[in-house]
């Protein structure tokens, strides 16, 4: 069997410009979730803010992933409004505290993992990503090789009733333009972006606060066949500054860190953090 081959940018852009695009978009979608609580601040008016996770089996069952940060916000909220729910996707009540206990977290990591089942997955509509990689952790991305990633947006969620959110999925595609031994940034030029869902390009400044701790995934092909290999947690992503200078017109950086720090059985690996 020969080595798994990560894909270049030339081979990226033509499968992205392709119907396989779509569906590979589709299928980075398809392994994570919007994470969000509704609340009741202090005015009486009921927000809702979220960000996102997503469910992975690395060979000992299936946990989910998202950002300490996210986590963070939640315990932010609760101090100061009344949180009314705690949900995941369209359906599943989360409980922290309960079955869906955190099995790790680390703030400066800003990785943090939660018991989840499989059937709970799949009755949100989801699955668990697992991946090509002979063992845990996978290889790490080759750069200036291809790379997917998804989230929820924020910006694109929706109330369409008194019950009733709609979020938004904001998938993407690039190269794995900085690999560390930390971190993985992605820079997207947005005279190179195609509009491959059909549903048009977010504006500039546009604000993707909530896909943190979504997924960034390595795309690999092995004797022909393509597959997927987790490459890291978005950390950060290409939210607006209003600051002057402090954001560069037509290029948006997504961050995440590496999934080496994650261990098959869901707890965290700082030993590669000062190496």
Same mark, same amino acid.
């Given at each position: 069997?020969?080595?798994?081959?990560? !894909?270049?940018?030339?081979?990226?852009?033509?499968?992205?410009?392709?119907?396989?695009?779509?569906?590979?978009?589709?299928?980075?979608?398809?392994?994570?979730?919007?994470?969000?609580? !509704?609340?009741?601040?202090?005015?009486?008016?009921?927000?809702?803010?979220?960000?996102?996770?997503?469910?992975?089996?690395?060979?000992?069952?299936?946990?989910?992933?998202?950002?300490?940060?996210?986590?963070?916000?939640?315990?932010?909220?609760?101090?100061?409004?009344?949180?009314?729910?705690?949900?995941?996707?369209?359906?599943?009540?989360?409980?922290?505290?309960?079955?869906?206990?955190?099995?790790?977290?680390?703030?400066?990591?800003?990785?943090?993992?939660?018991?989840?089942?499989?059937?709970?997955?799949? #009755?949100?509509?989801?699955?668990?990503?697992?991946?090509?990689?002979?063992?845990?952790?996978?290889?790490?991305?080759?750069?200036?090789?291809?790379?997917?990633?998804?989230?929820?947006?924020?910006?694109?969620?929706?109330?369409?009733?008194?019950?009733?959110? #709609?979020?938004?999925?904001?998938?993407?595609?690039?190269?794995?333009?900085?690999?560390?031994?930390?971190?993985?940034?992605?820079?997207?030029?947005?005279?190179?972006? !195609?509009?491959?869902?059909?549903?048009?390009?977010?504006?500039?400044?546009?604000?993707?606060?909530?896909?943190?701790?979504?997924?960034?995934?390595?795309?690999?092909?092995?004797?022909?066949?393509?597959?997927?290999?987790?490459?890291?947690?978005?950390?950060?992503?290409?939210?607006? #500054?209003?600051?002057?200078?402090?954001?560069?017109?037509?290029?948006?950086? !997504?961050?995440?860190?590496?999934?080496?720090?994650?261990?098959?059985?869901?707890?965290?690996?700082?030993?590669?953090?000062?190496?």
């Amino acid at each position: 069997m020969t080595d798994p081959t990560q !894909i270049d940018e030339a081979e990226a852009r033509r499968v992205m410009a392709g119907g396989l695009g779509r569906a590979e978009l589709e299928f980075a979608t398809s392994v994570c979730a919007p994470l969000y609580w !509704i609340m009741r601040a202090a005015d009486g008016g009921v927000r809702v803010r979220n960000g996102t996770a997503f469910f992975l089996d690395a060979g000992q069952g299936v946990f989910g992933v998202t950002a300490a940060h996210v986590l963070a916000g939640l315990e932010a909220d609760r101090a100061v409004n009344t949180v009314l729910a705690v949900q995941l996707g369209t359906e599943l009540v989360l409980d922290f505290e309960g079955a869906h206990a955190i099995i790790d977290r680390n703030d400066e990591l800003d990785i943090a993992t939660f018991r989840i089942s499989a059937a709970e997955v799949a #009755s949100i509509g989801k699955a668990p990503l697992t991946g090509a990689q002979a063992a845990w952790p996978p290889a790490p991305p080759q750069q200036g090789r291809g790379l997917y990633f998804s989230g929820f947006a924020g910006a694109g969620t929706l109330w369409l009733a008194s019950n009733e959110i #709609s979020f938004a999925a904001a998938p993407g595609g690039g190269v794995a333009d900085v690999v560390g031994r930390r971190d993985i940034w992605t820079v997207f030029n947005r005279a190179n972006w !195609i509009d491959v869902m059909g549903v048009g390009i977010p504006p500039e400044r546009y604000d993707f606060g909530g896909i943190s701790g979504g997924p960034m995934i390595s795309v690999i092909e092995r004797n022909g066949v393509r597959s997927w290999a987790l490459a890291g947690v978005i950390y950060e992503g290409p939210n607006p #500054s209003t600051q002057e200078g402090a954001a560069i017109e037509g290029f948006e950086t !997504i961050r995440a860190r590496r999934a080496h720090f994650i261990r098959s059985d869901g707890t965290l690996d700082l030993s590669m953090w000062d190496v």
